[in-house]
């Protein structure tokens, strides 16, 4: 249960913070700044 706890909880973090959703571990720099770059366009 808590291996699955974590990932959910690292991408609410940086949705949080930046906007990103991520719904796929794992969360790299490149992962974060296509999502970015996605919902600008």
């Keep these: 249960m808590t291996a699955a706890v974590v990932p959910a909880a690292i ?3 940086v949705y ?3 906007g990103a959703r991520l719904r796929t571990a794992p969360f790299t720099p490149d992962r974060v700044l296509a999502e970015l770059a996605a ?3």
């Design 11 to 13: 991408g609410n973090a």
């Design 16 to 18: 949080d913070a930046v």
């Design 39 to 41: 919902q600008r366009s």
